[in-house]
Structures are given as C-alpha cells and as structure tokens.
C-alpha cells in the first residue's frame, strides 16, 4: 500500500495503515537520536513535525487522536483495521449494516465501548465517566445555548435630552 496521498479519500484501513507506519517512523526517530545516529546536517523534527508528514493536522487532533490510540483495546477492530484473513464482518463489527464506515463512525464507536449501537442510559453514564479528560463534554440543559435575551445598553451620547 503506497503512503502517498492521490487525491482520493482513504478507507479506514488505509488511515489505520499510515498510523502504524507513523509510529514506526518516530520509533525509528527515537532510537536514531539516542544512538546518535540523527544526520548532523539536519533539523531534529519538534512536536507533532512526525504526525504531519503522514496526515494533515485537523485530521490528526479530530479523528487519529481520538481513535487509534483506543483501538489496541478492541482486538478484533484492529484485526479488521489490518485487513487480516480472520477479522470480523464489518456490519457485525460496527453493530450496524452501512455501506461505508467513515471516522464519524469509528469516533462513535470507541465512544460506545465497542459499538455503533448506543448503550442504555445507565451504561452511558458509566462510559462517560470511563472515557478520557480530553473528550468534549457535552451540554445536557434542555435551553439552546444562545436562548438569553441580551438588552441593548445605551449608547452614551446618543441621548435625545439635551
């Protein structure tokens, strides 16, 4: 599989694929910079340098962050991500028939512990308590966020007495 991007949008599979080849590549960095081994003439990659040579950066923090890591707890996922002879179906994996499985439904899916099909209301809870400090917490008030009347201030020298 090549790790070149040509335009077309990448499977699952293929994004699972430049995530294992991107942790390849900062072990192999780690290692050549502890052995010394770092070219001399060349700047040492900083921050996430790795992560963009592979993928673009709102793709990094808005779906490989927030899946990949997760998935070394779902063995059959990962066997699926890999293409293996012996993985799963996707529809019995996903817990759901679609003709395509995208990010938002793997996002979904480590969110549910392991599923498309959302659990009951008080296994929700527990997951939610379960999952990590950098998911976005939602709202659960029943009032639209910008339902507060804002009233007008006078403007000051605007006044019709004089």
């Given amino acids: 599989m090549a790790l070149h991007h040509t335009g077309n949008v990448l499977k699952l599979q293929e994004h699972y694929t430049h ?3 991107l942790l390849e590549a900062e072990k192999k960095f780690k290692k050549m910079q502890k ?7 060349l700047r040492l990659p900083v921050g996430r340098d790795i992560p963009h040579l592979f993928i673009a950066k709102s793709t990094w923090h808005d779906f490989w962050t927030k899946t990949f890591p997760h998935i070394a707890e779902y063995p059959e ?6 293409n293996d002879e012996d993985c799963m179906d996707a529809a019995e994996l996903f817990g759901k028939n679609l003709k ?3 990010f938002g439904e793997l996002v979904q899916w480590v969110q549910n512990g392991g599923s498309l ?3 009951k209301k008080g296994a929700v809870k527990e997951a939610s308590v379960a999952t990590s400090s950098t998911s976005k917490k939602v709202s659960t008030s029943k009032k639209p966020s910008g339902s507060t009347k804002k009233v007008a201030a006078p ?3 605007n006044s019709k007495h004089k």
């Fill in 155 to 157: 403007k000051s020298g």
């Fill in 77 to 82: 996922m990962v066997k699926w991500l890999s």
């Fill in 100 to 102: 395509a499985y995208y």
């Fill in 117 to 119: 099909v959302k659990p």
């Fill in 35 to 41: 052995d010394g081994t770092w070219p001399g003439g």
């Fill in 19 to 21: 995530y294992l080849a």
